[in-house]
């Protein structure tokens, strides 16, 4: 199983970036499809960008779409969340998470069920 450590999150305000980090320990992250959710207080952990395990493929929620870029760099086995224009709802845990079958994406891979390791999270808070 791979162990996650996100990092990079903060205060910030409305229309800021902010680049969060999620740092790989265990096993490659290039074996597994990885996604960035969130989590706002009282609401469900929602998905906001995926990769594929080959890092070829991205998809993202609609409503970062355009704002937020998911990355990876296979030197620092570590993945990205390059988030720009970030606005009041932006606000919430961030998470990193591996999928858990190795070697398999789809772009319909939005359940937190279906990724089986995850990261302690990284708080942003966007200010209006």
């Known amino acids: 199983q791979v162990q996650l450590v996100e990092s990079g999150g903060g205060l910030v305000q409305t229309g800021d970036s902010l680049r969060l980090s999620c740092v790989a320990s265990g096993r490659t992250l290039g074996e597994y499809s990885m996604s960035w959710f969130r989590q706002a207080p009282g609401k469900e952990r929602e998905f906001v960008a995926g990769?594929?395990?080959?890092?070829?493929?991205?998809h993202y929620a609609d409503s970062v779409k355009g704002r937020f870029t998911i990355s990876r760099d296979d030197a620092k086995n570590t993945v990205y969340l390059q988030m720009t224009s970030l606005q009041p709802e932006d606000t919430a845990v961030y998470y990193c998470?591996?999928?858990?079958?190795?070697?398999?994406?789809?772009?319909?891979?939005?359940?937190?069920?279906?990724?089986?390791?995850w990261g302690q999270g990284t708080q942003v808070t966007v200010s209006s």
């Open positions: 998470a591996a999928r858990t079958k190795r070697f398999y994406y789809s772009a319909d891979d939005v359940s937190p069920a279906d990724y089986g390791s």
């Open positions: 990769l594929s395990y080959s890092g070829r493929w991205t």
